[in-house]
């Protein structure tokens, strides 16, 4: 079992959203997954930025189903957003994915992404 790690002598998780680290225990599977993008199934893109994040979710759900895992299996959680990116709304789509687990969690800004029409990208490490 994985193990939240907050200690009480530091500030809290901003908005408690997420765990400022997880311990992974012994024997686990580990896996990670690579930088996922808003690109649906048919190649393309949606235009609106909570419309790629919604995509980058639904990607990342569909990897985690492929290595038998799912959203409770994630331990660290890496988003990257554009200048136009919308942290709110951002929030508010993963917020959907993620009931009771917290794992750690970085999301910055970031001048660009390897396409100039992607608006948001993330990877993830899961471990079961």
């Known amino acids: 079992m994985n193990k939240t790690l907050n200690p009480a002598h530091i500030a809290p998780p901003y908005k408690n959203r997420y765990s400022h680290a997880i311990e992974v225990s012994a024997g686990s599977r580990m896996l990670f997954i690579s930088g996922t993008v808003g690109v649906r ?27 038998g895992m799912d959203w409770g299996d994630v331990v660290k959680f890496q988003g990257f957003l554009t200048p136009q990116g919308d942290i709110p709304a951002f929030a508010e789509v993963r917020q959907k994915y993620f009931a009771a687990q917290k794992p750690a969690m970085t999301v910055v800004w970031v001048a660009g992404l390897a396409d100039p029409r992607w608006m948001v990208e993330v990877d993830l490490v899961a471990a079961k």
């Open 41 to 67: 199934p048919d190649g393309s893109v949606p235009a609106e930025f909570a419309a790629q994040v919604d995509t980058v979710m639904q990607n990342l759900t569909e990897i985690l189903r492929a290595g």
